[in-house]
Nanobody, 114 residues
Framework: VQLQASGGGLVQAGGSLRLSCAAS????????MGWYRRAPGKERDLVAA???????NYANSVKGRFTISRDNAKNTVYLQMNNLKPEDTAVYYC?????????WGQGTLVTVSS
C-alpha cells in the first residue's frame, strides 16, 4: 500500500491550500483516514480525521478553518485549509487505517509566511 500526498507549498497568512492523499496498491477497504502534522521542534499531532461513515473530528487549533473530506471511490482524503496562520507551518502527513494495518504518507511541507 502506498500513500501519495500532494498540495503543500508556500502561502501567505490568510491564504488557502488543499492537500490530497491517494492510497494505492493492495488495499481493499479503508476505515479511518486522517491528517497529522509535525511543526519544527514539536511532536506529530492529529489535525483532522474522518471515519468510514463520514464522522469528523478536528484539533481545536484548526476548527472552523480546516475541512477534511474523503472520496471512497478514489481512496483519497483531502484537507482544505483556509485562513492559514504562520503557526500552521509544518510537515503534513496523511494516515490511512485499513484492516491490514496503518499506513503513512511521505509528508508534504506547508509553509505559511506572515
Amino acid at each position: 500500500v502506498q500513500l501519495q500526498a500532494s498540495g503543500g507549498g508556500l502561502v501567505q497568512a490568510g491564504g488557502s491550500l488543499r492537500l490530497s492523499c491517494a492510497a494505492s496498491g493492495r488495499i481493499f477497504s479503508i476505515n479511518g483516514m486522517g491528517w497529522y502534522r509535525r511543526a519544527p521542534g514539536k511532536e506529530r499531532d492529529l489535525v483532522a480525521a474522518i471515519s468510514s461513515g463520514g464522522s469528523t473530528n478536528y484539533a481545536n487549533s484548526v476548527k472552523g478553518r480546516f475541512t477534511i473530506s474523503r472520496d471512497n471511490a478514489k481512496n483519497t482524503v483531502y484537507l482544505q485549509m483556509n485562513n492559514l496562520k504562520p503557526e500552521d507551518t509544518a510537515v503534513y502527513y496523511c494516515k490511512v487505517d485499513a484492516p491490514s494495518g496503518y499506513y503513512w504518507g511521505q509528508g508534504t511541507l506547508v509553509t505559511v509566511s506572515s
